[in-house]
C-alpha cells in the first residue's frame, strides 16, 4: 500500500498584500502530479486546508478542485480532516458528495463516517467515532485510519467524555486511541493515524510553531501531546499544524510532520517543501520517503550595505518575496524605496537598519530578532522608545488589532 501525506495547504492565504492563489494551484497541480506518478493508495490531508473560517470562493474551487482529481474517480481514497483554521462545519458539509468520489471530510471529533461505496472498488468497511476502515481497490488488506482534527481543549474534553477536569488531556486522548486502536487495528491491516495536533517526545525540545500559526499551545488550545501516546498498533502518524517538515519520533513508529505545501511566512524562509510518501503493509514497519515540491516563490531575508547592491540582487532574483533590510545612516527616503520595488515587484517589507541613531553607540544598540512575535517586538520597539514597557491596555489594544487581522484575511 502506498500513501501520499500532505498537511496546512492554507489555502487562501496572503502574504502581506500579495494573493497567492496562482502559486497554490501551481504547487495542488504538482502535488495532484506527484500521487498520479507514485500510483498512491490513498492521500492524506492532515488539516488547515484553508487559512480562515471563511474561505472566498476562489480557495473553495481550488479546493474541491484538487481533491476531486486526486480521487482519481472514486479510484483513490482522499481523507481530508479540519485544522485550527478550518470550520469544522464547512468541512464536513460537501460529505454526502464526496464520499460519491472516494473522498471523506472529518471535521468533528464525534463524527461517524456512514456507509459508502465507489463503482471503482473504493468501500468503507467499518467506523466509529475517530475511526474509518477502507478497502482500497487495488490492494489486498485494508487501510485502518485513527482521525483525531483539531479541537480545542474544552471540545476534546466534551467529545472524550472527560468528568475529571483535572484529568490530562493527553491521558484521555490515549485511552481513546488505545481503544479504537485495540478494537479495530490488529496486524491484518496497514494502521495509521492522521491528527492535525502539536506533538512533541516527552522531555524532549518543543517544536517551533510558525510566527504567523496560530498557536496551539496557547489562547485556549489544546496541551502538547506527547508520541508515548500513540498506540502501539500504528505503523505511521500523519501530522498537520507544523510547517517545516520533520520526524518528531521514531517509535512507535514513523511521526511526522509533512510540511506546508509553500512558505507561508518569512520564519520559514528558505525552508523546503514536501510531501511524504508511504509504503507499508500489515505488521511491518513503514518506510517512509519525502518529496520535494518545486512550485511557489521562495520567502528570502536579505539585508544589504548598499541601495546599489540591493538592486543588483533584486535583478538576479525574480522569483522571490523578499523581505528586505537596508543599512541606512538615518532612513530610508521615498526615491531610494521607488527604485527597490520598480526592480522588483515580490518586496514585502524594507526594514531601516539604522546606524548613526541619536549618538548610541553601535555595540550599545539593542539586537532585533526578527524571528519573534509581533507582539514581543512592538513591546522591544516601546520599551526603547518610551523607556518602559508598554502598559496592558495598550498591549490589549494590539491584540485586538491583530485579532481583528486575521478574522479580516
Same mark, same amino acid.
Given at each position: 500500500? @502506498?500513501l501520499l501525506?500532505?498537511?496546512?495547504w492554507?489555502l487562501?492565504?496572503?502574504?502581506?498584500?500579495?494573493?497567492?492563489l496562482?502559486e497554490?494551484r501551481?504547487?495542488?497541480?504538482?502535488?495532484c502530479t506527484?500521487?498520479?506518478?507514485?500510483?498512491?493508495?490513498a492521500?492524506?490531508?492532515?488539516?488547515?486546508?484553508?487559512d480562515?473560517?471563511n474561505?472566498g470562493?476562489?480557495?473553495?474551487?481550488l479546493?474541491?478542485?484538487?481533491v476531486?482529481?486526486?480521487?482519481?474517480?472514486g479510484?483513490?481514497a482522499?481523507?481530508?480532516i479540519?485544522g485550527?483554521?478550518?470550520s469544522?462545519?464547512r468541512?464536513e458539509a460537501?460529505?454526502?458528495?464526496?464520499?460519491a468520489?472516494?473522498i471523506?471530510?472529518?471535521?468533528?471529533?464525534a463524527?461517524?463516517?456512514?456507509d459508502?461505496?465507489t463503482d471503482c472498488?473504493?468501500r468503507?468497511?467499518?467506523?466509529?467515532?475517530g475511526?474509518?476502515?477502507?478497502?482500497?481497490?487495488?490492494?489486498?488488506?485494508?487501510?485502518?485510519?485513527?482521525?483525531?482534527?483539531y479541537?480545542?481543549e474544552v471540545?476534546?474534553r466534551?467529545?472524550?467524555?472527560?468528568e475529571d477536569?483535572?484529568?490530562?488531556l493527553r491521558?484521555l486522548?490515549?485511552q481513546k486511541?488505545q481503544?479504537?486502536a485495540?478494537?479495530?487495528c490488529?496486524?491484518?491491516?496497514?494502521n495509521?493515524?492522521?491528527a492535525h495536533?502539536?506533538f512533541?517526545?516527552k522531555?524532549g525540545?518543543?517544536?517551533e510553531?510558525?510566527?504567523d500559526?496560530?498557536?496551539i499551545?496557547?489562547?485556549?488550545g489544546a496541551q502538547?501531546?506527547?508520541?508515548e501516546?500513540i498506540?502501539?498498533?500504528?505503523?505511521?502518524?500523519?501530522l498537520g499544524h507544523?510547517h517545516?517538515?520533520?520526524?518528531?519520533?521514531r517509535?512507535?513508529?514513523?511521526?511526522?510532520y509533512?510540511?506546508?505545501?509553500?512558505?507561508y511566512?518569512?520564519s520559514?524562509?528558505?525552508?523546503q517543501k514536501?510531501?511524504?510518501?508511504?509504503?507499508a503493509e500489515p505488521?511491518?514497519e513503514?518506510?517512509?520517503r519525502?518529496i520535494?515540491?518545486?512550485?511557489g516563490?521562495q520567502?528570502v531575508?536579505?539585508?544589504?550595505?548598499?541601495?546599489?547592491?540591493?538592486i543588483?540582487?533584486?535583478?538576479?532574483h525574480?522569483?522571490?518575496?523578499?523581505?528586505l533590510t537596508?543599512v541606512?545612516?538615518?532612513?530610508i527616503?521615498?526615491?531610494?524605496k @521607488?527604485?527597490l520595488?520598480?526592480?522588483?515587484?515580490g518586496?514585502?517589507?524594507?526594514?531601516?537598519?539604522?546606524?548613526?541613531?541619536?549618538?548610541?553607540?553601535?555595540e550599545?544598540?539593542?539586537?532585533?530578532?526578527l524571528?519573534?512575535?509581533?507582539r514581543?517586538?512592538?513591546?522591544d520597539?516601546?520599551r526603547?522608545?518610551?523607556?518602559?514597557?508598554?502598559?496592558?491596555?495598550?498591549?490589549?489594544?494590539l491584540?485586538?488589532v491583530?485579532?481583528v487581522?486575521?478574522?479580516d484575511q
Amino acid at each position: 500500500m @502506498k500513501l501520499l501525506h500532505t498537511a496546512d495547504w492554507h489555502l487562501g492565504k496572503r502574504l502581506g498584500d500579495y494573493l497567492r492563489l496562482e502559486e497554490q494551484r501551481a504547487v495542488m497541480n504538482e502535488i495532484c502530479t506527484i500521487a498520479e506518478e507514485e500510483a498512491v493508495d490513498a492521500v492524506l490531508i492532515a488539516g488547515d486546508l484553508y487559512d480562515t473560517f471563511n474561505p472566498g470562493n476562489e480557495a473553495q474551487e481550488l479546493f474541491y478542485k484538487t481533491v476531486h482529481r486526486l480521487s482519481n474517480h472514486g479510484k483513490r481514497a482522499v481523507i481530508a480532516i479540519a485544522g485550527n483554521h478550518d470550520s469544522p462545519d464547512r468541512i464536513e458539509a460537501p460529505d454526502p458528495l464526496a464520499r460519491a468520489c472516494g473522498i471523506i471530510f472529518h471535521g468533528r471529533q464525534a463524527t461517524q463516517i456512514p456507509d459508502f461505496a465507489t463503482d471503482c472498488g473504493l468501500r468503507l468497511l467499518q467506523s466509529a467515532p475517530g475511526f474509518v476502515e477502507l478497502a482500497l481497490p487495488e490492494v489486498n488488506y485494508p487501510l485502518r485510519l485513527l482521525l483525531t482534527p483539531y479541537a480545542n481543549e474544552v471540545t476534546l474534553r466534551h467529545y472524550l467524555g472527560d468528568e475529571d477536569k483535572e484529568q490530562e488531556l493527553r491521558k484521555l486522548l490515549r485511552q481513546k486511541w488505545q481503544f479504537l486502536a485495540d478494537q479495530y487495528c490488529d496486524a491484518q491491516g496497514v494502521n495509521v493515524m492522521v491528527a492535525h495536533l502539536y506533538f512533541m517526545q516527552k522531555d524532549g525540545p518543543a517544536p517551533e510553531e510558525p510566527d504567523d500559526e496560530k498557536p496551539i499551545l496557547h489562547m485556549g488550545g489544546a496541551q502538547a501531546i506527547y508520541t508515548e501516546d500513540i498506540p502501539v498498533q500504528m505503523q505511521y502518524v500523519a501530522l498537520g499544524h507544523l510547517h517545516r517538515y520533520q520526524t518528531i519520533a521514531r517509535q512507535p513508529c514513523p511521526v511526522v510532520y509533512s510540511s506546508s505545501p509553500l512558505a507561508y511566512s518569512f520564519s520559514e524562509a528558505h525552508q523546503q517543501k514536501y510531501v511524504a510518501i508511504i509504503e507499508a503493509e500489515p505488521g511491518q514497519e513503514a518506510k517512509v520517503r519525502p518529496i520535494c515540491l518545486q512550485q511557489g516563490r521562495q520567502l528570502v531575508r536579505k539585508r544589504f550595505e548598499t541601495t546599489e547592491a540591493a538592486i543588483a540582487w533584486l535583478q538576479d532574483h525574480q522569483h522571490t518575496f523578499v523581505e528586505l533590510t537596508l543599512v541606512s545612516d538615518t532612513y530610508i527616503d521615498s526615491q531610494v524605496k @521607488k527604485a527597490l520595488y520598480e526592480v522588483h515587484d515580490g518586496i514585502v517589507s524594507i526594514i531601516p537598519d539604522i546606524q548613526q541613531e541619536q549618538g548610541i553607540r553601535e555595540e550599545d544598540k539593542p539586537k532585533i530578532d526578527l524571528n519573534e512575535d509581533i507582539r514581543v517586538l512592538f513591546a522591544d520597539y516601546f520599551r526603547l522608545r518610551r523607556g518602559q514597557p508598554p502598559n496592558p491596555a495598550l498591549m490589549n489594544l494590539l491584540n485586538e488589532v491583530i485579532d481583528v487581522d486575521d478574522h479580516d484575511q
